[in-house]
T-cell receptor, first 114, second 115 residues
Framework: DVKVTQSSRYLVKRTGEKVFLECVQD?????MFWYRQDPGLGLRLIYFSYDVKMKEKGDIPEGYSVSREKKERFSLILESASTNQTSMYLC?????????????FGSGTRLTVV | AQSVTQLGSHVSVSEGALVLLRCNYS??????LFWYVQYPNQGLQLLLKYTSAATLVKGINGFEAEFKKSETSFHLTKPSAHMSDAAEYFCAVSDQTAAGNMLTFGGGTRLMVKP
């Protein structure tokens, strides 16, 4: 069964810490995505990547960066966590050119910044 | 650019009643359309998708959706709601941009099922 795995389900970090959220997929997908989800705001795209070492900003990239050194792994980095980054973070992947396929999502990481 | 509108951020039905979750899209080209479900504290799971074959699409857990081009709609239905259907539902459309083959998501509809 195909899988997108996010390393942590729940995470609590302190303000100012550098935070890494890891996402690994086993489907050899070219495209990977990071979203955050907040009540009333739906899913908002932070960054996406369509190939190794490639990245594109989404709708809300401020305060975040990403890394994609290997095809299967896409990391989201909060350089200096702030309380307004408390949220549910969702990783997703999709095969390149597979416009008739949806995304496969991970289980999500609920991050609390205190 | 494509967009998706889900009418009603919250829908409440009684157990056994019909479920109808509305989704309208805008697209300049024939779209691919998707419905996802999200249970509390989990990721999104694909319920069903429309990819230009049959306009009535059947998905998991007894859900189905009908693509109506004239109405630019892709509403999700289930004849009889079950308590386990309580979740958030997202409609999405495929956007063939230059990179990433993006999905555009609607704002979501939270379905509540009353006993």
């Amino acid at each position: 069964d195909v899988k997108v795995t996010q390393s942590s389900r729940y995470l609590v970090k302190r303000t100012g810490e550098k935070v890494f959220l890891e996402c690994v997929q086993d489907m050899d997908h070219e495209n990977m995505f990071w979203y955050r989800q907040d009540p009333g705001l739906g899913l908002r795209l932070i960054y996406f990547s369509y190939d190794v070492k490639m990245k594109e900003k989404g709708d809300i990239p401020e305060g975040y960066s990403v890394s994609r050194e290997k095809k299967e792994r896409f990391s989201l980095i909060l350089e200096s966590a702030s309380t307004n980054q408390t949220s549910m973070y969702l990783c997703a992947s999709r095969a390149g050119g597979a416009v008739n396929y949806g995304y496969t999502f991970g289980s999500g990481t609920r991050l609390t910044v205190v | 650019a494509q967009s998706v509108t889900q009418l009603g951020s919250h829908v409440s039905v009684s157990e056994g009643a019909l479920v109808l979750l509305r989704c309208n899209y805008s697209s300049s080209v024939p779209p691919y359309l998707f419905w996802y479900v999200q249970y509390p504290n989990q990721g999104l799971q694909l319920l069903l998708k429309y990819t230009s074959a049959a306009t009535l699409v059947k998905g998991i857990n007894g859900f189905e959706a009908e693509f109506k081009k004239s109405e630019t709609s892709f509403h999700l239905t289930k004849p009889s709601a079950h308590m386990s259907d309580a979740a958030e539902y997202f409609c999405a459309v495929s956007d063939q941009t230059a990179a990433g083959n993006m999905l555009t998501f609607g704002g979501g509809t939270r379905l509540m099922v009353k006993p």
